[in-house]
């Protein structure tokens, strides 16, 4: 059977760079922004630049995304990593067409600032034009450090923008985090970042998520966050429950079984038939960041929309 679409698109691209593990390509890209699916998000519109994340989470739901391409979920999501063909005047179209009301995500499958980016820039291209727009609700989401370096670009977007910057952090136990996210960065170099982004005055906060029962999930892991995360400066922070996906699943469950075969069982019975958890459990997980995050002074993550306004020409030259 021929590929067809994406597919297709991604068995034609070129091989842009190769390391020991990873392999990096180039992929046409017939669209930047994307309408978001999912009613319960507080953002319409959503952009990644990379498909694929070499950061190889463990609980990633966004495997699926490489099925589209006729690659494995599995085995080729963190190592064949596809940049977007960078086109300033496709994106720039595309936005034009984007309301201003809406709210706009970056990074909402695959991390902007993975080690991709540090080649390629598409991250780094997207917010140069952003910083020419005003009136628009931005919201940024990494797991890497790298975000301080486009401290520059986020103080101008804010100064005309919404732009609200997410550092996730799952957990403050170094050795916890390597094997939940093999290739991301350490979380006291997330939390560094956090601080460098408040010093600068940018509006940040912590991302908890996800919250894995029986692995990250009790008062002292997250109180540890809260604590770094209120240290640091940020604003806010917020946590949500685990969900699996079918491809996530492929990897997730025998995660468990090499690290926590004592959890296998119960994670069998909780997502058993189910991609999202509902009712006692995430109750008593919203129930407890409510609380932590009170004693530090923390607020909940809220992506505001911003009302634009025509800018004032006044009617004779002073």
Request: charged share 25%.
């Amino acid at each position: 059977m021929s590929l067809v679409g994406i597919a297709r698109l991604a068995s034609e691209s070129s091989v842009l760079a190769e390391k020991a593990v990873v392999t990096y390509r180039e992929l046409e890209s017939r669209s930047w922004i994307s309408r978001c699916s999912n009613s319960d998000k507080p953002f319409e519109w959503t952009i990644n630049p990379y498909r694929g994340c070499e950061f190889a989470c463990r609980y990633c739901y966004a495997r699926y995304t490489h099925e589209f391409m006729d690659l494995s979920p599995t085995d080729d999501f963190e190592n064949q990593i596809f940049a977007k063909q960078w086109s300033k005047s496709s994106f720039v179209s595309e936005l034009r067409r984007i309301p201003r009301q809406d709210s706009i995500a970056i990074g909402t499958a695959t991390d902007p600032y993975q080690p991709a980016e540090r080649r390629y820039g598409n991250t780094r291209n997207i917010l140069e034009v952003l910083a020419g727009e005003s009136g628009r609700s931005i919201y940024i989401i990494t797991k890497s450090d790298l975000i301080r370096r486009d401290i520059d670009l986020f103080t101008e977007i804010s100064r005309r923008n919404h732009l609200s910057i997410q550092v996730t952090v799952t957990s403050m136990d170094t050795q916890l985090a390597r094997i939940l996210e093999p290739r991301a960065p350490r979380p006291d170099l997330r939390m560094d970042a956090v601080k460098t982004l408040a010093d600068a005055g940018l509006k940040v906060g912590v991302s908890a998520s996800p919250v894995l029962p029986g692995i990250n999930d009790s008062e002292e892991s997250l109180s540890a966050i809260a604590r770094a995360a209120a240290e640091a400066g940020a604003q806010h922070m917020f946590a949500n429950v685990l969900f699996l996906k079918p491809c996530s699943r492929e990897v997730f469950f025998p995660f468990l079984k090499e690290h926590f075969p004592h959890l296998s069982a119960r994670y069998l019975n909780l997502y058993v038939d189910r991609a999202y958890l509902r009712g006692e459990y995430p109750d008593l997980i919203r129930s407890r960041v409510n609380r932590i995050r009170s004693c530090y002074g923390l607020t909940g993550q809220k992506i505001s929309p911003v009302v634009y306004q025509e800018p004032q020409i006044p009617l004779f030259a002073a």
